[in-house]
């Protein structure tokens, strides 16, 4: 395996033109799906950033890749996976049911909390058993975290984005909101909602770069694996979370 990754690596610092010679390949062209939410997926107009955008651009940058955005709902996004129009979705949690469309090829993206978001001092999470007495607002095809995802008990309101539940927790329609971390708070601030950070929270899992079942870009699985690796040696991974974590804070 050490064998295939320091093959591979070197493969991917060289230029795409060197590693082929004197044919001429035409570059690989990915759709990449991703549901507007900052400080993730930033896909508005022209404007492609955010920190998994910029990580998979950096992977795709050295692997000659030609990368093109669909923007849509996560739950929408995953049934263009299923109908071959997205080759890649970046950011899914690991779970059974993703993992009959999708190979989940490199845990590219660090983990996060999950917190639950409350604007009146009764709906705060002190304890798990706590959920089962309020309306939970969840994001449409989002996993969280198994219990919670498998809890026929609790009573979910789902919509397609973040806004959409905090506005809807703004109106009294759920009583608490389940995000991770980063886009939770970010979302938040962007409201001006005076919204408050439940004590009981979940640890996060890594999310993954998953490339779709029915794509040609499912045979190129290590060499993206080999490409992440490339970009934590030279520093990139590292300084785009740091770049984003800091962004946050502000």
């Not at 990915?30 to 955010?50: D, F, K, L, M, N």
């Not at 955005?69 to 997205?86: C, H, K, N, S, T």
Request: net charge negative; glycine share 6%.
């Amino acid at each position: 395996m050490r064998v295939l990754i320091a093959a591979l690596l070197t493969a991917l610092m060289s230029p795409v033109s060197a590693q082929q010679g004197t044919e001429t390949v035409e570059a690989l062209t990915v759709t990449v799906g991703v549901s507007h939410a900052p400080p993730y997926w930033i896909v508005q107009g022209h404007e492609r950033a955010g920190l998994y955008v910029e990580i998979f651009e950096a992977i795709a940058d050295r692997l000659g890749w030609d990368v093109r955005y669909r923007e849509a709902p996560f739950r929408r996004i995953l049934r263009m996976v299923q109908q071959g129009e997205v080759d890649v979705m970046l950011g899914p949690t690991q779970t059974e049911d993703k993992a009959n469309l999708m190979e989940f090829v490199a845990p590219a993206f660090p983990p996060e909390r999950r917190l639950f978001f409350y604007l009146n001092e009764e709906h705060s999470i002190q304890r798990y058993a706590d959920l089962h007495d309020r309306v939970v607002g969840v994001l449409e095809g989002a996993s969280y975290f198994s219990r919670f995802d498998h809890d026929e008990e609790l009573l979910k309101e789902p919509a397609p984005r973040y806004e959409n539940l905090m506005l809807m927790m703004e109106k009294g329609r759920v009583d608490v909101v389940i995000a991770p971390e980063l886009v939770g708070l970010y979302v938040v601030k962007r409201l001006g909602l005076d919204a408050k950070v439940s004590p009981f929270f979940m640890p996060g899992e890594r999310s993954y770069i998953a490339v779709a079942k029915n794509s040609p870009a499912i045979q190129y699985a290590d060499d993206i694996r080999a490409a992440l690796k490339l970009i934590e040696l030279e520093g990139i991974h590292e300084d785009l979370v740091l770049k984003y974590m800091d962004r946050n804070a502000e």
